[in-house]
Nanobody, 115 residues
Framework: QVQLVESGGGLVEPGGSLTLSCQAS????????MAWYRQAPGKEREHVAD???????KYNPSVEGRFTISRDNARPTIFLQMDSLKPEDTAVYYC?????????WGQGIQVTVSS
């Protein structure tokens, strides 16, 4: 079972930046995708960004150009660099690990964008 622990959330002013980290107990074997999702109050959870073991990335159009997903190849950790943050980015952010036969979620971490 892959365990995921998010860190780096908090309160930031509009226009500011934050970097989220997701430390996994291991990368899944074989093909996998590591992803960030978010859920705002009263809304459904949505995909933010993902990165595959090949290094291919995808972004939600609402964050493209502002957020960057990356991974550390030396240890099982992914990052989400969030720049030019907006109040509508306020949400609980979740890390997700999707392997060929399994699917795990982190507990989530709060990001609040407010002045």
């Amino acid at each position: 079972q892959v365990q995921l622990v998010e860190s780096g959330g908090g309160l930031v002013e509009p226009g500011g930046s934050l970097t989220l980290s997701c430390q996994a107990s291991e990368y899944p074997s074989g093909f996998y995708v590591m992803a960030w999702y978010r859920q705002a109050p009263g809304k459904e959870r949505e995909h933010v960004a993902d990165i595959s073991n090949f290094g291919l990335t995808k972004y939600n159009p609402s964050v493209e150009g502002r957020f960057t997903i990356s991974r550390d190849n030396a240890r099982p950790t992914i990052f989400l660099q969030m720049d030019s943050l907006k109040p509508e980015d306020t949400a609980v952010y979740y890390c997700r690990s999707i392997g060929t036969t399994d699917d795990f979620w982190g507990q989530g971490i709060q990001v609040t964008v407010s002045s």
